[in-house]
Each structure stands twice: as structure tokens, then as C-alpha cells.
């Protein structure tokens, strides 16, 4: 392998450990629920999903599990984690 790739790779490794240098400006993905598809955006700070539930909530099953997937830089409110943890430990 060529040693300025390998540099590269060892330099990938370094940047993933600071997600704080990542901001996820615009995202889009289809979601495979339990009943249907449905297509989630992330765009001007806001999520949507073509779900029935998030209209009325402003979020749903879908973003959260889409947030959580993402980790550290899943973007948008994500205050609803802590409550999901309480919720499981209840
Ligand atoms: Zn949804």
C-alpha cells in the first residue's frame, strides 16, 4: 500500500475520535419500518419523516433510531436520549 494512503488512514483514525469536527448539514435516508418505508431529511436544523406520528410530534420512532445510529454526530434536539434511558431502566 502506498505509505502516503497509510497516512492518510492513520490521519482518518485520529479525526474520528474528535466528532466535533464533523456538523451534518443536510442528510437524507429511507427507513424500512415495521409496516412501511418512509423517507427521513435532516435539513435547516430540522428533521422530518413521512410517517404519520412525526407531523404531530416533531420527531418519531424513525429520526431517533436514525439519531442514534449516527452517534456522535447525529444532529438535531436530542434531548428524548436521556429520557429513552430512563425509560429503559424503568
Ligand atoms: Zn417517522
Known amino acids: 500500500m502506498q505509505s502516503s494512503l497509510i497516512g492518510k488512514i ?3 483514525h485520529l479525526y474520528a475520535q474528535e466528532p466535533e469536527r464533523v456538523e451534518v448539514v443536510e442528510f ?9 418505508s418512509y ?3 435532516y435539513r435547516e436544523g430540522q428533521w422530518t419523516c413521512t410517517c404519520g406520528f412525526n407531523p404531530l410530534w416533531g420527531v418519531c420512532s424513525h429520526v431517533m433510531a436514525t439519531q442514534r ?3 456522535p454526530i447525529g444532529p438535531g434536539e436530542q434531548g428524548w436520549l436521556a429520557m429513552e434511558d430512563n ?3 424503568a
Not at 437524507?28 to 412501511?36: L, V
Open 10 to 12: 492513520q490521519k482518518a
Open 39 to 41: 423517507k427521513l431529511t
Open 28 to 36: 437524507t435516508a429511507k427507513f424500512r419500518g415495521d409496516h412501511d
Open 87 to 89: 425509560t429503559a431502566r
Open 69 to 71: 445510529l449516527m452517534g
